[in-house]
């Protein structure tokens, strides 16, 4: 079983702070990536990972960085944290090949609150 | 613009019943289709997929149809029960080596016993 495990279920941070979100991986997928989930609003990308050091904008990438330091590890880094930032952040993770690519799986989220 | 729309938000349907959700999308390059399933304070997890040189493809009570010409696909959970209750989202992959996949709003099905 593919295990994606985020490191906080609940979050609590002030307006300014610097935010750091991480996942881990244990299944040696290559792709990594970060979603946020708002009410009405779906699943919106926000970055993804494709190698350990290489990352791509999604659809939403204001506000955001990430690193991928190792292939395990993709961390999401709210660098000045804002209200409108409050959210479910989702990290997920796919593997290689022409349809496993396809599938990703996802950790079971982080609700972060900023106040 | 959305490029993967489930114009439903919700849907109400009897345990022992079919469930119907539906998915559209727009960009005929999309070469692959998954539904996911979410609970609350979980994160989605894989339902079902379809390739874009398929019509259907079912794995136990699910089933998935694809209709290319009206870029239409549907989920059909038969029969239902009422652990379905979820929140199902559409994605489609946008190709490519990463697989990136670009998700619907999601539909929220309640099933009643």
């Known amino acids: 079983d593919v295990k994606v495990t985020q490191s906080s279920r609940y979050l609590v941070k002030r307006t300014g702070e610097k935010v750091f979100l991480e996942c881990v991986q244990d299944?040696?997928?290559?792709?990594m990536f970060w979603y946020r989930q708002d009410p009405g609003l779906g699943l919106r990308l926000i970055y993804f990972?494709?190698?350990?050091?290489?990352?791509e904008k999604g659809d939403i990438p204001e506000g955001y960085s990430v690193s991928r330091e190792k292939k395990e590890r993709f961390s999401l880094i709210l660098e000045s944290a804002s209200t409108n930032q409050t959210s479910m952040y989702l990290c997920?993770?796919?593997?290689?090949?022409?349809?496993?690519?396809?599938?990703?799986?996802f950790g079971a989220g982080t609700r972060l609150s900023v106040l | 613009d959305q490029q993967v729309k489930q114009n439903s938000p919700s849907l109400s349907v009897q345990e022992g019943r079919i469930s119907i959700l539906n998915c559209d999308y727009t960009?005929?390059?999309?070469?692959?289709f998954l539904w996911y399933k979410k609970y609350p304070a979980e994160g989605p997890t894989f339902l079902i997929s379809?390739?874009?040189?398929?019509d259907k493809n079912e794995d136990g009570r699910f089933t998935v149809f694809l209709n290319k010409s009206a870029k239409h696909l549907s989920l059909h959970i038969v029969p239902s029960q009422p652990g379905d209750s979820a929140v199902y989202f559409c994605a489609a992959s946008r190709g490519g080596s990463q697989g990136n996949l670009i998700f619907g709003k999601g539909t929220k099905l309640s099933v009643k016993p």
């Open positions: 379809i390739s874009s040189i398929k």
């Open positions: 997920a993770t796919a593997g290689g090949g022409l349809l496993a690519k396809n599938i990703q799986y």
């Open positions: 990972s494709y190698d350990v050091k290489m990352k």
């Open positions: 960009n005929s390059m999309f070469d692959y």
């Open positions: 299944m040696d997928h290559e792709n």
